[in-house]
Each structure stands twice: as structure tokens, then as C-alpha cells.
């Protein structure tokens, strides 16, 4: 009985994309001109010369980013600029260097301004609080022609010969942080906070921004190590300041629109999504309150907003919520790109994809196909223009419809589709590994599942032992980001061997994957405990079939345990798993009445086709009430 019951659901997870990255954003200087514009849109920031607003958007053009980045990565070199401008305007009283290095820098001759600071630093190497000043102003001029990694040394030595200066430990600690060196970047910002605390006492507004963007700083890198508790206690306290600061001045409105924001990212995470949904309906509000006298800056913002909600709607199986939302930010992004299509035909093309997933996984498939092709029609217009900003969004959308074709068996249009964002991927992350290897990983993956579900299970390990290496070694430097892809990749790798009966090698990855997804479940349960329930189930199959039924039993049990759990919170996501362990577990019954007990409570609950399919096979051998 065992064997035909099981044969058919092992489980095999599906490829998914990337987790959000929560990323911090300054609000406040700068702002489009978008008017009247068809091609670029000129940005403009308050305070800085006009020669150096042309380097600035020259810049911005050659990165060819989307809107919301575009003004992100605006606001960010403004501040640096002003805070470089004032450096340099303070030690040029004494400095004719540091005064050429300020005309340089309104110039926007950023390459001259830097030469000067380096003439500056080998005169000055001892004299510690000048060359510490000249090492943060040589990081700030790299940092404002997009050249971070330049800029980190120059960091490194600032904070070394002045650590008690809180901007010094900011400046280094975040960069730290973006480079995703999390073992340097922790002591370097709470050293940094302390000394920002520090500052609010005496400075109360400077010193409370100071102290919330450090704050933030610090939650996304408890979040990225996946120290959920202390991630949340950060943002809620950054958050408070935020809105104290809010209450008395309008102009913090952003920053709560965005600690809210990236709590709700982290909510999505554990699923706490009741909190998610709460937080995103009030980022929600503050935009769209904000676009009612801001619409150039606020209106992407707000649909940006309504994309995040469609896709809570959409996890927590409210399709018709979620295609609404979406539907409603399509609606803003094709009224903006009318008139500025360079700038918003991306986020068009974004929301078509997420239109198309919706539909794909609602059955509708139709629909998913007109919206997929539409996105990658424009994704491939856009790459002609700018092949390196928009390659790996014409690579996404691809991966999307290699896996609709997949569900309606155009098995050879699904293969083509898969292995051509697999070969961008390799393009790309020739020249930028560390970027898109993880991607090239993903996309063998995908072709692993396409072989494997195919039966060319030779073709499907390969697929699958080349990410794995990739993700291995990604593991080794960065565990808290690339572990539960590793634990993922394993535990389809060990499906294929199931499928070849090369059991005792199934129960090796089985159950490497599983100590991994334990791992990681101690510490984000809520997140984790799903995917420990599905090896679970899966190592159960493997000793059912093996002549085990001991093993198989606890295993079983414990999987329906978490489930149960997942299914009494939220039936709606947790049914399929839920059917499935009470479906394995009727397996182990020697009872027909029992076996049969344990199919019927599956088949009420179940959602997923595939699976009710296995389900009513066992059911019509059971009588009839």
C-alpha cells in the first residue's frame, strides 16, 4: 500500500525569487523635473551648483536606474555632497588644497577633487583629526561618482584614527553593511549608535535622525542574519522616533512611510502578516496623503505601495484583493510612462510580471500568458537601449514563463525560456559574480525541476549538483543569506534520487537539508517550520518505502504537528501542506478505516489540483458514507 500511495508526492519545491532587500532611503533634497520630459527626467537638489547637478545626472542617466532609485540614489549624493561641501569649506580656512578641492567639487570635477584630497593626505599623515577628515571626504568623493568599494578603505581609516566620531562609524559601518560584511559592519554601527544616543542628548533633532538611521542600519543587519527579535525591537524604535519627530514636523512623514515599510517586509518574513497587512495600509496612507501635494515624487511611491499589498493579498490567497492592487498601480505606472516611458515602462513591465504570477498560480492561464508576454516584450525593448540595467529583469520574466509553460506542458518552449535566462545569468555574473551567481544557481534549479518532471533525471542532477556548488560555497562566506537556498537545492536534488531509487542517497541530502532548515527554524520558526515540515514529510516517504515504519512514524507526525499549527493560524496558506502530511501519514496506516479516516480530513481541506487528484484516487477505494 505504501509504495503507489507515496509514489506520487514526494514533494518537490518550486523555484522562488529572491527575497526583498530592505534598503534605507533619505528623503528631502531632491526632487524630478519631469514636466513636459520624454526621455531622461532631470533631477534637481536643493543647495548644489548646477555644474555639479550635470555630473550628478549624467550619472544617474549612464546607470539607467528606475524612478524610485533614481531619486534614491539622488538624495543620497546630494546629502553627501552638502556634507562634503561643508568639510571641505570648514578646512579650507587654512587649506588652499581643501578651498581647490571645494571649487572642484561645485565643478562636478569630481576626479580632481579627489586627486587634491590625495595630495592633501600624503602631507598630512600625522596629523590625526585632519587626516581623518581627508580620509571621510577622499570616501565621500567616491562614493558621490558611484564608486563604493573605493570608498571603503578611506572609511576603514577614518574611523580607525577617530572611532568616537559617530559620522565616521556611521559612514563606515553602513558601507560595511552594503558589501554584506556583517561580521565588521555589527560592532563598527553599535559603536555608532552609542555615540549618536550620545549626540541626541545635546542636539535633539540631529542627534534623534542620527540615531534612527543607525537604528535602521543595525535592523537590517539583525534581519539579514536572521536575528528577527532584535531586527523588530530596531525598527519599532526607530520607527517611534520617526513619528515623534513627525508630529512636529510633517517633513519625517517619509521616514515613518519608510520604517513602516521595512517592518512590514520583516513581519512578511515570520508571517505575521495581519501585522505586514496593518503596516503596509498605513505606509499606504502616508504616501498617498504625501502625492496629494507631491504627485511627481509620490505617485510611484504610492503604486509601489499597492504592488507590496498585492503581494501579501496574493501569499495569504486573497486574489481577488491582490489582483486589484495590482491592477491599481498598473493603472498609475501606464498614466506615468505615457509621458515618461524610459523612466516608468520598467515598473509597468515589474507589475505585468506579478500580474502574470497571480494569475499563473490562480489557475488562470490565459491571462498569465498576455501579461508575461507583455512584460517581456518591453523587458526586451529595454535591454536594446541599456542591455546591463535590464538583462536580469528580461531573465525574471523569462524564469516566469519557462514555469507557466512548465504548467501547461509546453515542456520545449518552457526549456527555451529557461535556458536563456540561464545563459544571461552566466553573462552576467562573469563579470559580477558575487551579484548573480545566486541567480545562475536559481536558474539551474528551475532546469533541474523542468528534467526531473520530465524524467531526465541525468540532466536534472547535473542541473542540480552545479548550483548546488555555487550555492555551497556561497554558504561558506554567507550563511544567514544563501543556507536556506542551499537547504532548498538539497532537498530537490534528493527528490531526483528518489526518483532514480537511489534511496540511500536521497537520505543523505533529506537530511542535510533538514539539519539546515532546523537550524534556521531556532531562530525565524515562523518562516522556517514549513520548510522542516516538508523534509520531514520526505525523509518519512523514504523510510515508508525502505521497510522503516519506526523511523517514518515520528517523522510523519511531527510534520503533521507543525502543520496543523500553520493550518488552525491561517488555513488558507497552510491547506496543501496540511493535506499533504495527513495524506503521508495514512500511508503508515496498517487500519483501513484509519487510512481512510486520514484521506477524507485531507480532502477536505486540500487546494492544489495536483494533489486532490492523488488524494480522490485513494479516496475511491474507500467506502462511501
Not at 363 to 389: D, H, M
Request: hydrophobic share 40%; net charge neutral; aromatic share 6%.
Amino acid at each position: 500500500m505504501i509504495g503507489p500511495l507515496l509514489t506520487s508526492l514526494v514533494i518537490m519545491a518550486a523555484a522562488q525569487q529572491p527575497a526583498p532587500t530592505i534598503v534605507q532611503k533619505s528623503t528631502g533634497w531632491c526632487s524630478p523635473n519631469i514636466a513636459n520630459v520624454t526621455g531622461n527626467v532631470t533631477v534637481n537638489c536643493i543647495g548644489v551648483d548646477p555644474r555639479a547637478l550635470k555630473r550628478l545626472n549624467a550619472e544617474l542617466d549612464r546607470k539607467n536606474l528606475q524612478y524610485a532609485d533614481k531619486l534614491r540614489e539622488a538624495d543620497q549624493w546630494a546629502r553627501r555632497y552638502k556634507e562634503l561641501e561643508t568639510e571641505l569649506s570648514k578646512a579650507g580656512d587654512d587649506s588652499p588644497q581643501s578651498r581647490q578641492a571645494e571649487e572642484y567639487l561645485h565643478e562636478g570635477e569630481l576626479e580632481k577633487a579627489g586627486a587634491m584630497l590625495d595630495e592633501l593626505l600624503g602631507k598630512e599623515e600625522k596629523q590625526v583629526d585632519r587626516t581623518a577628515a581627508n580620509h571621510y571626504n577622499r570616501a565621500l568623493v567616491f562614493q558621490l561618482q558611484f564608486q563604493p568599494l573605493q570608498a571603503l578603505p578611506h572609511l576603514e581609516k577614518a574611523y580607525h584614527y577617530r572611532p568616537e566620531e559617530w559620522k565616521y562609524g556611521q559612514g563606515y559601518g553602513r558601507a560595511l553593511l552594503y558589501q554584506n560584511d556583517f561580521t565588521r559592519a555589527e560592532p563598527v554601527l553599535q559603536t555608532a549608535l552609542e555615540d549618536a544616543r550620545q549626540l541626541a542628548t545635546t542636539s535633539s533633532t540631529a542627534g534623534q535622525l542620527h540615531e534612527a538611521g543607525t537604528l535602521i542600519n543595525l535592523a537590517n543587519l539583525y534581519g539579514s542574519t536572521q536575528r528577527v527579535k532584535q531586527a523588530e525591537d530596531a525598527y519599532q524604535e526607530a520607527l517611534a522616533i520617526y513619528r515623534q519627530l513627525a508630529r512636529s514636523d510633517p517633513a519625517h512623514q517619509p521616514d515613518v512611510a519608510l520604517a513602516l515599510n521595512n517592518l512590514a517586509i520583516l513581519y512578511v518574513s515570520t508571517q505575521r502578516l495581519k501585522e505586514a497587512e496593518a503596516a503596509y495600509q498605513e505606509t499606504l496612507a502616508i504616501r498617498r496623503q504625501l502625492a496629494q501635494s507631491d504627485p511627481a515624487r509620490y505617485e510611484p511611491e504610492v503604486a509601489q505601495s499597492l504592488n507590496n499589498l498585492a503581494n501579501l493579498y496574493a501569499a495569504t490567497q486573497r486574489l481577488k484583493e491582490a489582483e486589484t492592487a495590482y491592477q491599481r498601480a498598473l493603472d498609475i505606472f501606464r498614466r506615468l510612462a505615457k509621458t515618461n516611458p524610459s523612466v516608468f515602462l520598467p515598473n509597468v513591465a515589474l507589475t505585468l510580471n506579478n500580474l502574470g504570477e497571480l494569475d499563473r498560480r490562480g489557475g488562470r492561464l490565459k491571462e498569465s500568458e498576455i501579461a508575461f508576454q507583455e512584460a517581456l516584450s518591453i523587458r526586451r525593448e529595454l535591454v536594446k537601449v541599456n542591455p546591463t540595467a535590464h538583462q536580469p529583469d528580461l531573465a525574471q520574466t523569462l524564469n516566469n514563463l519557462g514555469l507557466l509553460y512548465t504548467d501547461t506542458r509546453q515542456l520545449k518552449e518552457s526549456e527555451s525560456a529557461f535556458e536563456e535566462a540561464l545563459d544571461i545569468y552566466r553573462q552576467l555574473a562573469r563579470s559580477n559574480p558575487a551579484a548573480f551567481e545566486p541567480y545562475v544557481a536559481r536558474a539551474l534549479l528551475n532546469l533541474g525541476l523542468l528534467y526531473s518532471s520530465t524524467q531526465r533525471l541525468q540532466e536534472s542532477e547535473a542541473a542540480y549538483r552545479e548550483g548546488l556548488a555555487i550555492y555551497r560555497r556561497l554558504a561558506a562566506t554567507n550563511p544567514a543569506v544563501y543556507q536556506p537556498e542551499l537547504a532548498l537545492l538539497l532537498n530537490d536534488l534528493a527528490n531526483v534520487y528518489v526518483f532514480s531509487q537511489r534511496m540511500k542517497e536521497a537520505e543523505t541530502a533529506y537530511q542535510e537539508a533538514l539539519d539546515i532548515r532546523r537550524q534556521l527554524a531556532r531562530s525565524n520558526p515562523a518562516a522556517y517550520q514549513p520548510d522542516v515540515a516538508q523534509t520531514l514529510n520526505n525523509l518519512a516517504y523514504i523510510h515508508a518505502v525502505s521497510g522503516r515504519p519506526q523511523q517514518a512514524a515520528p517523522e510523519v507526525q511531527e510534520a503533521l504537528s507543525i502543520n496543523r499549527e500553520r493550518w488552525n493560524t491561517n488555513p488558507n496558506v497552510a491547506a496543501d501542506d496540511f493535506a499533504k502530511s495527513l495524506f503521508i501519514s495514512a500511508a503508515l496506516q496498517r487500519d483501513p478505516a484509519a487510512r481512510c479516516q486520514l484521506v477524507r480530513q485531507a480532502d477536505g481541506i486540500v487546494h492544489d489540483p495536483a494533489v486532490k487528484a492523488n488524494i480522490d484516487k485513494q479516496l475511491a477505494a474507500c467506502p462511501r458514507h
